[in-house]
């Protein structure tokens, strides 16, 4: 990050970027285990009007052992700026790269968003499809108004919260510390969380598509996997 304060002065409206609002909550990074990044897929000024954003960063950073720091994409001029001088896309509170985070977790508001996700998680040096990351990415999610249909996004996410994400993350939250605390795999901690009502893993199922795109046959391929999925209330 030491680049950076070279590149912001060249760009449109730099404050995007830096961090520092009032109310804005910075965490001991070294103390805390859960680390998750929020995103809501567009520039800072639009992401930050989304209401789920700020009350999941509230209700996560609640939680004594659980950071939430927020990052967005970043406009034309920054993005090509960063991939000049090869800075990762990073944390609006400690500038941490979001690779380096445990999560990254996205409120899909409208379709509109998806190529921004897939730009988000390429300027984070993330691979954007979930077959191609491993146990050194961070798990990717998705919740929001767009995900009661996750199918067309499947391929890029670890999985979805669909429903309520504000009663759903506190049920995700005993089996995200289990992950950290017993070093479990990231398979065994997708087929656990799989057991919560709302929560979609693609990677647990068999899906299969009618000639037109539309689906088929949506079959369990473990225990885990729910053969219907009911939305969080």
Known sequence: MNNLDGILHKV??????????WNSIIKDWSQTPVRIALSYPDVYEIGMSNMALPI?????????????????????????AMKTHGI???????????????????????EMTYTNV???????QIPVLAAERNESHPLVIAGGTCVLNPEPVADFFDFFVI??????VLELLPSIRDWKTKKLSKQQ????????????????????????GTLKNFIPAVPEAKPTIKKEL
Do not use: C
């Open 12 to 21: 449109q409206k730099p404050a995007r970027y830096t961090g520092g609002e």
């Open 56 to 80: 999941l960063y509230e209700l996560l950073n609640a939680q004594p052992d659980v950071l939430a720091e927020r990052v967005f994409p970043p406009w034309t001029d920054m993005a090509a």
């Open 88 to 110: 990762p896309l990073f944390s609006l509170e400690t500038k941490h790269p979001v690779g380096e985070f445990d999560m990254v977790g996205f409120s899909l508001g409208h």
């Open 118 to 124: 897939l730009e988000l998680l390429s300027l984070s």
């Open 163 to 168: 429903g309520d994400g504000e009663e759903a």
């Open 189 to 212: 901690l997708l087929r656990e969380v799989a057991k919560i009502a709302g929560v979609y893993v693609p990677s647990l199922y068999k899906v299969e598509y009618q000639p037109d």
